[in-house]
Protein backbone atom coordinates (compact mmCIF):
# COMPACT_ATOMS: atom_id res chain seq x y z
CA UNK A 1 0.00 0.00 0.00
CA UNK A 2 1.36 3.42 -0.98
CA UNK A 3 2.58 5.43 2.00
CA UNK A 4 3.13 9.64 2.24
CA UNK A 5 6.74 10.45 3.90
CA UNK A 6 6.34 10.65 7.47
CA UNK A 7 4.07 6.47 7.68
CA UNK A 8 7.32 5.48 5.69
CA UNK A 9 9.57 6.92 8.42
CA UNK A 10 6.51 5.51 11.20
CA UNK A 11 6.22 2.20 9.55
CA UNK A 12 9.83 1.72 9.76
CA UNK A 13 10.47 2.61 13.51
CA UNK A 14 7.98 0.40 13.85
CA UNK A 15 9.47 -2.38 12.68
CA UNK A 16 6.43 -3.01 10.43
CA UNK A 17 6.05 -3.51 6.28
CA UNK A 18 3.45 -0.95 5.95
CA UNK A 19 1.04 1.55 8.21
CA UNK A 20 -2.07 2.83 7.48
CA UNK A 21 -3.58 5.93 8.50
CA UNK A 22 -5.72 5.51 11.91
CA UNK A 23 -3.38 2.51 12.82
CA UNK A 24 -2.47 2.64 16.23
CA UNK A 25 1.58 1.87 16.81
CA UNK A 26 4.52 1.66 19.19
CA UNK A 27 7.43 2.74 17.62
CA UNK A 28 10.97 3.44 18.58
CA UNK A 29 12.34 6.89 18.94
CA UNK A 30 15.77 7.81 18.07
CA UNK A 31 15.55 11.10 20.10
CA UNK A 32 14.02 12.36 23.47
CA UNK A 33 13.86 15.94 24.20
CA UNK A 34 12.78 18.24 26.85
CA UNK A 35 13.11 21.79 28.30
CA UNK A 36 13.56 23.22 31.84
CA UNK A 37 9.52 23.95 31.67
CA UNK A 38 8.24 20.21 30.87
CA UNK A 39 11.30 18.60 32.36
CA UNK A 40 11.08 18.29 35.97
CA UNK A 41 7.43 16.88 35.60
CA UNK A 42 8.80 14.11 33.29
CA UNK A 43 11.52 13.80 35.44
CA UNK A 44 9.28 13.31 39.05
CA UNK A 45 6.99 11.57 37.15
CA UNK A 46 9.36 8.69 35.24
CA UNK A 47 11.03 8.59 39.12
CA UNK A 48 7.07 8.18 40.74
CA UNK A 49 6.28 5.31 38.64
CA UNK A 50 9.49 3.42 39.25
CA UNK A 51 11.51 3.67 36.18
CA UNK A 52 15.16 3.89 37.60
CA UNK A 53 17.14 4.22 34.20
CA UNK A 54 16.32 6.06 31.11
CA UNK A 55 16.80 3.74 28.03
CA UNK A 56 19.78 5.52 26.41
CA UNK A 57 21.73 8.42 27.69
CA UNK A 58 23.28 9.61 24.31
CA UNK A 59 20.04 9.83 22.92
CA UNK A 60 18.07 12.13 25.55
CA UNK A 61 18.62 16.26 25.14
CA UNK A 62 18.04 18.74 27.87
CA UNK A 63 18.07 21.90 26.96
CA UNK A 64 17.47 24.60 29.53
CA UNK A 65 16.03 27.57 27.77
CA UNK A 66 12.79 28.77 28.88
CA UNK A 67 12.95 30.75 31.90
CA UNK A 68 17.20 30.24 31.75
CA UNK A 69 19.06 32.00 32.49
CA UNK A 70 16.80 32.00 35.20
CA UNK A 71 14.49 34.85 36.03
CA UNK A 72 13.85 34.04 39.79
CA UNK A 73 14.08 31.33 42.67
CA UNK A 74 11.99 28.98 40.97
CA UNK A 75 13.13 28.69 37.79
CA UNK A 76 16.34 28.34 39.19
CA UNK A 77 15.27 25.10 41.03
CA UNK A 78 13.53 23.84 37.86
CA UNK A 79 16.81 23.53 36.14
CA UNK A 80 18.90 21.96 39.03
CA UNK A 81 16.26 19.58 39.38
CA UNK A 82 16.68 18.80 35.52
CA UNK A 83 20.84 19.58 35.78
CA UNK A 84 21.05 16.88 38.78
CA UNK A 85 18.79 14.07 37.15
CA UNK A 86 21.47 14.64 33.95
CA UNK A 87 24.15 13.98 36.40
CA UNK A 88 22.67 11.30 37.53
CA UNK A 89 21.94 9.43 34.09
CA UNK A 90 24.97 10.65 32.85
CA UNK A 91 22.98 12.57 30.08
CA UNK A 92 25.20 13.23 27.22
CA UNK A 93 23.33 16.00 25.68
CA UNK A 94 22.63 18.17 28.46
CA UNK A 95 22.70 21.89 27.46
CA UNK A 96 23.10 24.99 30.54
CA UNK A 97 23.58 28.60 30.21
CA UNK A 98 26.95 29.40 27.75
CA UNK A 99 25.89 25.98 25.70
CA UNK A 100 22.19 26.33 25.24
CA UNK A 101 20.17 27.61 22.54
CA UNK A 102 16.54 27.54 22.11
CA UNK A 103 16.33 23.88 21.55
CA UNK A 104 14.77 23.54 18.27
CA UNK A 105 17.55 25.98 16.76
CA UNK A 106 19.85 23.96 18.53
CA UNK A 107 19.13 20.60 18.00
CA UNK A 108 19.78 20.97 14.41
CA UNK A 109 22.61 22.60 14.94
CA UNK A 110 24.53 20.24 17.10
CA UNK A 111 23.40 17.65 14.75
CA UNK A 112 21.14 15.77 16.73
CA UNK A 113 18.23 15.59 14.57
CA UNK A 114 18.67 13.97 11.11
CA UNK A 115 16.70 12.91 8.01
CA UNK A 116 14.58 9.80 8.50
CA UNK A 117 14.95 9.57 12.37
CA UNK A 118 12.11 9.73 14.83
CA UNK A 119 11.90 12.24 17.52
CA UNK A 120 9.71 13.08 20.24
CA UNK A 121 9.75 16.37 22.78
CA UNK A 122 8.16 17.42 25.63
CA UNK A 123 7.44 21.26 23.76
CA UNK A 124 5.15 21.67 20.71
CA UNK A 125 7.45 22.93 18.36
CA UNK A 126 9.38 20.14 18.44
CA UNK A 127 7.46 19.49 14.88
CA UNK A 128 10.57 22.05 13.69
CA UNK A 129 12.59 18.48 12.53
CA UNK A 130 10.29 17.90 9.97
CA UNK A 131 12.48 20.51 7.82
CA UNK A 132 15.13 17.60 7.56
CA UNK A 133 13.02 15.23 6.68
CA UNK A 134 12.73 13.49 10.24
CA UNK A 135 9.49 12.55 12.06
CA UNK A 136 9.40 14.99 15.20
CA UNK A 137 6.57 15.89 16.86
CA UNK A 138 5.86 17.28 20.58
CA UNK A 139 4.43 15.18 23.47
CA UNK A 140 3.66 15.85 26.87
CA UNK A 141 5.92 15.13 29.98
CA UNK A 142 4.27 11.83 30.38
CA UNK A 143 4.85 10.42 27.17
CA UNK A 144 8.38 11.81 27.58
CA UNK A 145 8.98 10.49 30.42
CA UNK A 146 8.04 7.02 28.86
CA UNK A 147 9.78 7.73 25.91
CA UNK A 148 13.50 8.28 28.40
CA UNK A 149 12.42 5.20 30.14
CA UNK A 150 11.37 2.62 27.13
CA UNK A 151 12.88 4.18 24.21
CA UNK A 152 9.29 3.78 22.76
CA UNK A 153 6.38 6.30 22.27
CA UNK A 154 2.72 5.44 21.05
CA UNK A 155 1.34 6.73 17.73
CA UNK A 156 -1.86 6.99 15.94
CA UNK A 157 -0.90 6.93 12.44
CA UNK A 158 -1.22 10.44 10.84
CA UNK A 159 -3.15 10.93 7.26
CA UNK A 160 -2.01 14.04 5.58
CA UNK A 161 -2.23 17.03 3.51
CA UNK A 162 -0.20 18.03 0.37
CA UNK A 163 1.20 20.97 -0.06
CA UNK A 164 2.51 21.74 -3.23
CA UNK A 165 4.63 24.56 -3.34
CA UNK A 166 5.30 26.65 -6.68
CA UNK A 167 6.84 29.26 -8.38
CA UNK A 168 9.53 31.81 -6.68
CA UNK A 169 9.16 34.30 -3.60
CA UNK A 170 9.33 37.94 -3.84
CA UNK A 171 12.14 39.72 -2.20
CA UNK A 172 11.87 39.74 1.62
CA UNK A 173 9.24 36.66 1.83
CA UNK A 174 10.60 34.16 3.96
CA UNK A 175 9.05 31.07 5.41
CA UNK A 176 7.33 32.79 8.14
CA UNK A 177 5.21 34.82 5.45
CA UNK A 178 4.53 31.21 3.70
CA UNK A 179 3.36 29.25 7.16
CA UNK A 180 0.97 32.10 8.37
CA UNK A 181 -0.17 32.58 5.12
CA UNK A 182 -1.08 28.55 4.75
CA UNK A 183 -2.21 28.25 8.49
CA UNK A 184 -4.80 31.60 7.61
CA UNK A 185 -6.30 29.44 4.67
CA UNK A 186 -6.72 26.25 6.82
CA UNK A 187 -7.43 27.98 10.37
CA UNK A 188 -5.82 26.50 13.85
CA UNK A 189 -6.91 23.35 13.39
CA UNK A 190 -7.04 23.07 9.87
CA UNK A 191 -4.48 19.94 10.30
CA UNK A 192 -5.48 18.31 13.25
CA UNK A 193 -3.91 15.10 13.99
CA UNK A 194 -2.45 14.68 10.22
CA UNK A 195 0.87 15.33 8.76
CA UNK A 196 1.57 18.27 6.63
CA UNK A 197 3.85 17.20 3.68
CA UNK A 198 5.36 20.26 1.91
CA UNK A 199 6.60 19.75 -1.85
CA UNK A 200 7.09 20.75 -5.01
CA UNK A 201 9.42 22.66 -7.41
CA UNK A 202 9.05 25.40 -5.01
CA UNK A 203 11.00 23.96 -2.20
CA UNK A 204 14.17 23.73 -3.83
CA UNK A 205 13.82 27.85 -3.37
CA UNK A 206 13.85 27.81 0.22
CA UNK A 207 16.77 27.81 2.53
CA UNK A 208 16.83 25.55 5.04
CA UNK A 209 15.85 28.29 7.68
CA UNK A 210 12.82 29.03 6.06
CA UNK A 211 11.99 25.25 5.97
CA UNK A 212 12.94 25.25 9.88
CA UNK A 213 10.18 28.18 9.89
CA UNK A 214 7.91 27.05 8.46
CA UNK A 215 7.75 23.30 10.01
CA UNK A 216 8.39 24.70 13.56
CA UNK A 217 4.58 26.11 12.99
CA UNK A 218 2.84 22.79 11.87
CA UNK A 219 1.21 22.92 15.17
CA UNK A 220 0.16 26.06 14.80
CA UNK A 221 -2.75 24.70 12.25
CA UNK A 222 -3.09 21.75 14.28
CA UNK A 223 -0.59 19.01 12.61
CA UNK A 224 1.16 16.09 14.21
CA UNK A 225 4.34 16.66 11.92
CA UNK A 226 5.25 19.12 9.16
CA UNK A 227 8.06 17.32 6.92
CA UNK A 228 10.15 18.34 3.31
CA UNK A 229 11.86 16.19 1.05
CA UNK A 230 15.07 15.65 1.89
CA UNK A 231 17.36 17.30 -1.12
CA UNK A 232 20.87 19.17 -1.87
CA UNK A 233 20.30 21.37 0.72
CA UNK A 234 19.20 19.42 3.55
CA UNK A 235 22.60 16.95 2.63
CA UNK A 236 24.73 20.24 2.75
CA UNK A 237 23.04 21.42 6.03
CA UNK A 238 23.38 18.09 8.01
CA UNK A 239 27.15 17.56 6.63
CA UNK A 240 29.98 18.31 8.99
CA UNK A 241 27.20 18.09 11.66
CA UNK A 242 25.45 14.75 11.59
CA UNK A 243 28.34 11.70 12.23
CA UNK A 244 25.78 8.95 11.65
CA UNK A 245 24.16 7.00 8.93
CA UNK A 246 21.78 8.75 7.38
CA UNK A 247 18.37 7.33 6.02
CA UNK A 248 16.00 9.16 2.98
CA UNK A 249 12.47 8.62 2.79
CA UNK A 250 10.10 9.86 -0.11
CA UNK A 251 6.52 9.79 -0.15
CA UNK A 252 5.05 6.98 -3.08
CA UNK A 253 4.03 8.52 -5.57
CA UNK A 254 0.46 7.19 -5.42
CA UNK A 255 0.34 8.08 -1.81
CA UNK A 256 -3.32 9.08 -0.56
CA UNK A 257 -4.16 12.63 0.87
CA UNK A 258 -7.00 14.43 2.55
CA UNK A 259 -6.40 17.54 0.45
CA UNK A 260 -4.38 19.12 -1.32
CA UNK A 261 -3.03 22.67 -1.89
CA UNK A 262 -1.39 24.51 -4.04
CA UNK A 263 0.83 27.64 -3.13
CA UNK A 264 1.87 29.75 -5.70
CA UNK A 265 5.42 31.48 -3.67
CA UNK A 266 5.24 34.22 -6.23
CA UNK A 267 1.69 35.56 -4.77
CA UNK A 268 2.40 35.85 -1.70
CA UNK A 269 3.19 39.40 -0.12
CA UNK A 270 4.35 39.85 3.57
CA UNK A 271 1.85 38.79 6.24
CA UNK A 272 1.04 39.24 9.81
CA UNK A 273 -1.30 36.85 12.27
CA UNK A 274 -3.47 39.54 14.10
CA UNK A 275 -4.25 38.75 17.79
CA UNK A 276 -5.32 36.33 19.04
CA UNK A 277 -4.88 33.70 16.82
CA UNK A 278 -2.66 32.44 14.37
CA UNK A 279 -5.34 32.16 11.89
CA UNK A 280 -5.86 35.83 11.60
CA UNK A 281 -3.59 36.47 8.95
CA UNK A 282 -4.00 39.76 6.89
CA UNK A 283 -1.13 40.63 3.98
CA UNK A 284 0.54 43.93 5.75
CA UNK A 285 -1.07 46.20 2.95
CA UNK A 286 -3.95 45.23 4.03
CA UNK A 287 -3.83 46.99 7.60
CA UNK A 288 -4.56 50.44 9.29
CA UNK A 289 -1.61 52.05 10.58
CA UNK A 290 -1.11 49.92 14.10
CA UNK A 291 1.77 50.95 16.25
CA UNK A 292 3.67 49.36 18.25
CA UNK A 293 5.31 49.34 21.45
CA UNK A 294 7.85 46.50 21.05
CA UNK A 295 9.80 44.12 18.18
CA UNK A 296 10.50 40.71 19.08
CA UNK A 297 12.96 39.09 16.94
CA UNK A 298 14.15 35.31 17.85
CA UNK A 299 12.63 32.73 18.67
CA UNK A 300 12.39 28.48 17.79
CA UNK A 301 10.62 30.06 14.51
CA UNK A 302 12.89 32.90 13.74
CA UNK A 303 15.86 33.25 15.77
CA UNK A 304 18.42 31.32 12.83
CA UNK A 305 21.39 33.63 11.14
CA UNK A 306 19.30 34.19 8.04
CA UNK A 307 16.73 36.33 10.12
CA UNK A 308 19.38 38.28 11.95
CA UNK A 309 20.61 38.92 8.69
CA UNK A 310 17.69 40.22 7.20
CA UNK A 311 16.75 42.05 10.66
CA UNK A 312 20.10 43.59 10.46
CA UNK A 313 19.73 44.73 6.57
CA UNK A 314 16.62 46.23 7.52
CA UNK A 315 18.16 48.32 10.44
CA UNK A 316 21.80 49.33 8.85
CA UNK A 317 21.81 53.25 9.24
CA UNK A 318 18.48 53.50 10.66
CA UNK A 319 17.23 53.59 14.07
CA UNK A 320 14.10 52.51 15.78
CA UNK A 321 11.51 54.20 16.36
CA UNK A 322 11.34 56.28 19.88
CA UNK A 323 8.81 54.20 22.27
CA UNK A 324 9.74 50.80 20.42
CA UNK A 325 11.96 48.54 22.16
CA UNK A 326 13.37 46.38 19.96
CA UNK A 327 14.59 43.07 21.36
CA UNK A 328 16.63 40.63 19.07
CA UNK A 329 17.66 37.48 20.06
CA UNK A 330 20.05 35.23 18.06
CA UNK A 331 18.78 31.65 18.87
CA UNK A 332 22.00 29.93 19.59
CA UNK A 333 25.73 30.39 20.95
CA UNK A 334 26.65 29.47 17.50
CA UNK A 335 24.00 32.50 15.81
CA UNK A 336 25.52 34.68 17.96
CA UNK A 337 28.68 34.47 17.37
CA UNK A 338 28.39 34.75 13.78
CA UNK A 339 26.28 37.99 14.45
CA UNK A 340 29.71 39.11 15.92
CA UNK A 341 31.72 37.91 13.59
CA UNK A 342 29.32 39.94 10.73
CA UNK A 343 29.10 43.13 12.01
CA UNK A 344 25.38 42.02 13.00
CA UNK A 345 25.60 43.01 16.50
CA UNK A 346 26.80 47.07 15.65
CA UNK A 347 24.39 47.46 13.72
CA UNK A 348 21.17 46.09 16.12
CA UNK A 349 23.17 48.38 19.16
CA UNK A 350 23.59 51.19 16.50
CA UNK A 351 20.03 51.13 15.13
CA UNK A 352 18.55 51.06 19.36
CA UNK A 353 18.03 47.51 19.40
CA UNK A 354 19.26 45.46 22.53
CA UNK A 355 20.65 41.68 21.91
CA UNK A 356 20.08 39.18 24.37
CA UNK A 357 21.13 36.07 24.87
CA UNK A 358 19.80 33.25 23.41
CA UNK A 359 16.18 32.31 25.38
CA UNK A 360 12.74 31.64 24.82
CA UNK A 361 11.29 34.76 27.84
CA UNK A 362 9.43 36.80 25.91
CA UNK A 363 7.97 34.81 23.31
CA UNK A 364 5.84 32.85 26.03
CA UNK A 365 5.33 35.75 28.22
CA UNK A 366 8.24 34.44 30.81
CA UNK A 367 10.61 37.10 31.08
CA UNK A 368 12.96 39.82 28.95
CA UNK A 369 9.99 41.90 27.21
CA UNK A 370 6.86 41.29 28.97
CA UNK A 371 4.06 43.42 27.81
CA UNK A 372 2.42 45.76 30.03
CA UNK A 373 -2.16 46.49 29.63
CA UNK A 374 -3.31 47.32 26.44
CA UNK A 375 0.45 47.53 24.97
CA UNK A 376 0.92 45.70 21.71
CA UNK A 377 4.17 44.16 20.11
CA UNK A 378 5.36 43.03 16.59
CA UNK A 379 6.91 39.60 16.93
CA UNK A 380 8.65 37.21 15.04
CA UNK A 381 7.62 34.07 17.97
CA UNK A 382 4.90 31.81 17.10
CA UNK A 383 2.07 32.47 18.90
CA UNK A 384 -0.70 35.39 19.86
CA UNK A 385 -3.09 33.84 21.93
CA UNK A 386 -4.57 35.83 24.95
CA UNK A 387 -1.93 37.33 27.33
CA UNK A 388 0.89 35.30 25.31
CA UNK A 389 2.89 37.76 26.16
CA UNK A 390 2.12 39.79 29.14
CA UNK A 391 -0.88 41.09 30.36
CA UNK A 392 -4.64 40.04 28.90
CA UNK A 393 -5.21 42.87 27.56
CA UNK A 394 -1.88 43.22 25.68
CA UNK A 395 -1.68 42.35 21.94
CA UNK A 396 0.97 40.38 19.60
CA UNK A 397 0.84 40.22 15.85
CA UNK A 398 2.79 37.52 14.50
CA UNK A 399 5.53 37.93 11.79
CA UNK A 400 8.70 37.85 9.49
CA UNK A 401 11.91 39.34 11.33
CA UNK A 402 11.92 41.83 8.10
CA UNK A 403 8.19 42.47 8.89
CA UNK A 404 9.46 43.24 12.45
CA UNK A 405 12.59 45.14 11.46
CA UNK A 406 10.88 47.64 9.24
CA UNK A 407 7.87 48.19 12.41
CA UNK A 408 10.31 48.88 14.49
CA UNK A 409 12.02 51.34 12.38
CA UNK A 410 8.51 53.15 11.29
CA UNK A 411 6.69 52.57 14.78
CA UNK A 412 4.30 51.11 13.09
CA UNK A 413 3.25 47.61 11.23
CA UNK A 414 4.49 47.77 7.88
CA UNK A 415 6.25 46.08 4.97
CA UNK A 416 10.30 46.25 4.52
CA UNK A 417 9.44 48.13 1.34
CA UNK A 418 8.05 50.84 3.31
CA UNK A 419 10.91 51.78 5.26
CA UNK A 420 12.52 55.65 4.41
CA UNK B 1 -18.00 4.83 36.15
CA UNK B 2 -20.44 8.23 36.25
CA UNK B 3 -19.98 11.24 36.46
CA UNK B 4 -21.96 14.35 37.41
CA UNK B 5 -21.45 17.95 37.91
CA UNK B 6 -22.24 21.78 36.62
CA UNK B 7 -21.27 22.65 33.48
CA UNK B 8 -18.87 25.53 32.62
CA UNK B 9 -18.80 26.39 28.88
CA UNK B 10 -16.31 27.76 26.44
CA UNK B 11 -15.80 28.56 22.90
CA UNK B 12 -13.44 27.63 20.15
CA UNK B 13 -9.79 26.86 20.42
CA UNK B 14 -9.43 27.05 24.07
CA UNK B 15 -5.56 27.42 24.55
CA UNK B 16 -3.26 26.43 26.63
CA UNK B 17 -2.25 29.67 27.64
CA UNK B 18 -5.01 30.84 28.75
CA UNK B 19 -5.71 27.28 30.63
CA UNK B 20 -2.78 27.54 32.78
CA UNK B 21 -0.39 31.03 31.87
CA UNK B 22 3.81 30.21 31.16
CA UNK B 23 4.48 32.88 34.04
CA UNK B 24 2.87 30.57 36.28
CA UNK B 25 5.37 27.00 34.73
CA UNK B 26 7.73 27.75 37.15
CA UNK B 27 5.65 26.65 39.98
CA UNK B 28 6.20 22.70 40.88
CA UNK B 29 3.45 22.54 43.47
CA UNK B 30 0.23 21.21 41.61
CA UNK B 31 -2.00 22.37 43.95
CA UNK B 32 -1.03 25.86 44.04
CA UNK B 33 -0.63 25.82 40.26
CA UNK B 34 -4.42 24.89 40.28
CA UNK B 35 -5.18 27.63 41.67
CA UNK B 36 -4.69 29.56 38.55
CA UNK B 37 -6.21 27.34 36.11
CA UNK B 38 -8.17 28.84 33.46
CA UNK B 39 -7.62 32.80 35.05
CA UNK B 40 -6.65 34.17 31.51
CA UNK B 41 -10.13 32.96 30.16
CA UNK B 42 -12.16 33.13 33.22
CA UNK B 43 -10.89 34.25 36.33
CA UNK B 44 -13.75 32.87 38.88
CA UNK B 45 -13.42 29.36 37.65
CA UNK B 46 -11.16 28.97 40.40
CA UNK B 47 -14.19 30.14 43.15
CA UNK B 48 -16.73 28.78 41.39
CA UNK B 49 -15.45 25.25 40.44
CA UNK B 50 -16.98 22.46 42.63
CA UNK B 51 -15.88 18.71 42.85
CA UNK B 52 -17.13 16.65 39.76
CA UNK B 53 -17.69 19.80 37.55
CA UNK B 54 -17.63 19.43 33.46
CA UNK B 55 -15.97 21.76 31.05
CA UNK B 56 -17.68 21.85 27.84
CA UNK B 57 -16.22 23.42 24.92
CA UNK B 58 -16.39 23.49 20.98
CA UNK B 59 -13.56 22.73 18.64
CA UNK B 60 -9.85 22.42 19.06
CA UNK B 61 -9.94 22.01 23.10
CA UNK B 62 -5.97 22.70 24.44
CA UNK B 63 -4.52 24.00 21.38
CA UNK B 64 -1.08 25.79 21.53
CA UNK B 65 1.77 24.56 24.17
CA UNK B 66 2.83 20.61 24.96
CA UNK B 67 2.62 21.85 28.67
CA UNK B 68 0.90 18.90 30.93
CA UNK B 69 0.38 21.96 33.39
CA UNK B 70 -2.88 22.09 31.01
CA UNK B 71 -4.69 19.12 31.42
CA UNK B 72 -2.99 18.90 35.34
CA UNK B 73 -4.92 21.96 36.77
CA UNK B 74 -8.10 20.98 35.32
CA UNK B 75 -7.67 17.30 37.19
CA UNK B 76 -6.00 19.32 40.44
CA UNK B 77 -9.59 21.27 40.28
CA UNK B 78 -11.67 18.15 40.26
CA UNK B 79 -13.25 18.89 37.21
CA UNK B 80 -14.95 15.51 36.41
CA UNK B 81 -14.28 15.45 32.86
CA UNK B 82 -13.73 17.38 29.55
CA UNK B 83 -16.17 17.49 26.51
CA UNK B 84 -15.67 19.47 23.55
CA UNK B 85 -16.26 18.85 19.45
CA UNK B 86 -12.43 17.86 19.63
CA UNK B 87 -9.10 18.48 21.00
CA UNK B 88 -5.56 19.48 19.88
CA UNK B 89 -4.09 16.33 19.63
CA UNK B 90 -1.09 17.12 22.21
CA UNK B 91 -3.40 18.51 25.39
CA UNK B 92 -5.56 14.88 23.70
CA UNK B 93 -2.91 12.33 24.74
CA UNK B 94 -1.75 14.75 27.73
CA UNK B 95 -5.58 14.19 29.12
CA UNK B 96 -5.28 10.34 28.85
CA UNK B 97 -2.05 10.16 30.06
CA UNK B 98 -2.25 11.70 33.09
CA UNK B 99 -5.92 10.47 33.78
CA UNK B 100 -8.06 13.33 33.36
CA UNK B 101 -11.40 11.77 31.25
CA UNK B 102 -12.22 13.71 27.95
CA UNK B 103 -15.14 12.89 25.45
CA UNK B 104 -15.53 14.05 22.12
CA UNK B 105 -19.17 14.88 20.77
CA UNK B 106 -20.21 17.38 18.73
CA UNK B 107 -23.44 17.26 19.58
CA UNK B 108 -23.27 17.96 23.06
CA UNK B 109 -20.85 20.17 22.70
CA UNK B 110 -22.70 22.44 20.95
CA UNK B 111 -26.09 22.13 22.82
CA UNK B 112 -25.27 21.84 26.56
CA UNK B 113 -24.92 25.41 28.09
CA UNK B 114 -22.83 27.81 30.75
CA UNK B 115 -24.80 25.88 34.10
CA UNK B 116 -26.42 22.71 32.95
CA UNK B 117 -26.32 19.29 34.78
CA UNK B 118 -25.11 16.92 33.00
CA UNK B 119 -24.19 13.03 33.76
CA UNK B 120 -21.68 10.87 32.25
CA UNK B 121 -21.31 7.43 31.74
CA UNK B 122 -17.37 6.51 31.10
CA UNK B 123 -18.42 2.90 30.01
CA UNK B 124 -20.67 3.80 27.71
CA UNK B 125 -20.09 7.25 26.58
CA UNK B 126 -23.70 8.09 26.96
CA UNK B 127 -23.59 12.25 28.30
CA UNK B 128 -27.04 12.63 29.84
CA UNK B 129 -27.83 16.78 29.74
CA UNK B 130 -30.34 16.29 33.20
CA UNK B 131 -31.11 20.38 32.61
CA UNK B 132 -32.40 19.70 28.94
CA UNK B 133 -33.54 16.00 29.62
CA UNK B 134 -30.96 15.18 26.36
CA UNK B 135 -28.57 12.39 25.77
CA UNK B 136 -26.08 12.60 23.52
CA UNK B 137 -23.06 9.65 22.57
CA UNK B 138 -20.04 10.55 22.58
CA UNK B 139 -17.22 8.77 20.44
CA UNK B 140 -15.69 5.48 21.70
CA UNK B 141 -11.59 5.30 22.54
CA UNK B 142 -9.65 2.39 20.78
CA UNK B 143 -9.30 -0.34 22.98
CA UNK B 144 -5.37 1.00 23.28
CA UNK B 145 -6.64 4.25 25.11
CA UNK B 146 -8.88 1.98 27.14
CA UNK B 147 -6.07 0.13 28.60
CA UNK B 148 -4.06 3.15 29.25
CA UNK B 149 -7.08 4.81 30.94
CA UNK B 150 -7.76 1.64 33.42
CA UNK B 151 -4.31 1.66 33.91
CA UNK B 152 -4.54 5.12 35.56
CA UNK B 153 -2.27 6.48 32.70
CA UNK B 154 0.57 5.40 30.48
CA UNK B 155 3.30 4.97 32.90
CA UNK B 156 0.99 2.48 35.17
CA UNK B 157 -0.29 0.97 32.49
CA UNK B 158 3.69 0.90 31.11
CA UNK B 159 4.84 -0.42 34.38
CA UNK B 160 1.84 -2.96 34.76
CA UNK B 161 2.86 -4.64 30.73
CA UNK B 162 6.74 -4.82 32.52
CA UNK B 163 5.69 -6.12 35.56
Known amino acids: MAMTMTQKILAKHAGLEEVKAGQLIEANIDLALANDITGPVAIREMEKAGFEKVFDKDKIALVMDHFAPNKDIKSAEQCLECREFAKRHNITHFYDVGEMGIEHALLPEKGLTASGELIIGADSHTCTYGALGAFSTGVGSTDLAAGMATGKAWFKVPSAIKFVLTGKKAPYISGKDIILYIIGKIGVDGALYRSMEFVGDGVAELSMDDRFSICNMAIEAGAKNGIFPVDSKTMMYMKGRVNREITVYEADEDAEYDEVYEINLSELKPTVACPHLPENTKFVDELDKIEINQAVIGSCTNGRIEDMRIAAEILKGKHVAKGVRTIIIPATQEVYMQCILEGLMQIFIEAGAIVSTPTCGPCLGGHMGILAHGERSISTTNRNFIGRMGHITSEVYLSSPAVAAASAVMGYICSPADVK | ?163
Open chain 2, 1 to 163: MIAKGRVFKYGDNVDTDVIIPARYLNIADPKELATHAMEDIDDTFVSRVQDGDIIVATKNFGCGSSREHAPLVIKENNVSCVIASSFARIFYRNAINIGLPILECEEAANDIMEGDIVSVDFDTGIIHNETKNKEYKAVAFPPFIQSIIKAGGLLKSLKEREG
